[in-house]
């Protein structure tokens, strides 16, 4: 709504009409659910490019040993840590959010954001070592079938990493309380959704 029509408005206040709760939580369910319709369509598409790449797997085990020679299990560990880390101080924004404290969150959010940062270089690192042993994205049909799913989980990270920003401003200008924290926990169903992403490509790719 435009300020003019904001200024033009009846007040609630001066017809004894509250904001009516329902309304709220009915706004509330209907962005929830459709961040859930958003995943589930992103679900799909992680779920082809895994199951792409697992075919290739089964029919080149030996193509695939290569990688893991090359890029070691340490650095994508470190990794993974980096990941799941973010999304426990994730968690701790929101509880810091619920109980009122906006300073928290951004502390918060903020490590989510470095750590999100970091695991984006290591990544970065580890797409340089194996590009030095020759595994690149158009060197073979094998490059193409494992940097799609990682590269494009790497591009939700990035995503999150500017979200997170965002959400870190907001905190910062008062935009979230107590009472009003939809933002940050529609930014926290995206997060933990790229983590558990990630730990099925970790599975699937590195350790199985």
């Known amino acids: 709504m435009s300020d003019m ?5 009846p007040s609630a206040a001066a017809h ?4 009516d709760p329902k309304a709220e939580a009915r706004h509330i369910d209907n962005m929830k659910f459709a ?9 799909v598409i992680f779920t082809v490019l895994i199951a792409v790449f697992v ?4 029919n080149n085990p030996e193509r695939v040993e290569e990688v893991h020679k090359a890029s070691g299990l340490f ?12 999304s426990w101080t994730m968690v701790m924004g929101l509880l810091a959010i619920q109980k009122n404290d906006g300073k928290k969150l951004a502390r918060w959010i903020s490590a989510t954001a470095i750590l999100g940062t970091l695991f984006v270089m290591f990544q970065y690192v580890e797409y340089s070592t194996l590009a030095r042993e020759g595994i690149t994205l158009y060197g ?4 193409m079938r494992f940097y799609a799913p990682t590269a494009f989980h790497g591009a939700h990270v ?7 920003i965002y ?22 169903l995206f997060w933990h959704f790229v983590d558990v992403v990630w730990i099925v490509l970790f599975t699937v790719i590195y350790l199985v």
């Open 158 to 164: 990035v995503v999150g990493i500017l979200w997170a």
């Open 16 to 19: 004894g009409h509250a904001a």
């Open 140 to 143: 073979d049909v094998f490059g």
């Open 5 to 9: 029509s904001i200024e033009h408005a």
């Open 167 to 188: 959400v870190v401003n907001g905190a910062l200008k008062g935009k979230y309380n107590g009472g009003k924290y939809l933002g940050v926990e529609i930014f926290g």
């Open 55 to 58: 075919v290739f797997r089964v």
């Open 35 to 43: 961040m859930w319709l958003y995943l589930a369509s992103e679900v």
């Open 75 to 86: 650095l994508v560990g470190v990794n993974t840590f980096l990941l799941l880390t973010s």
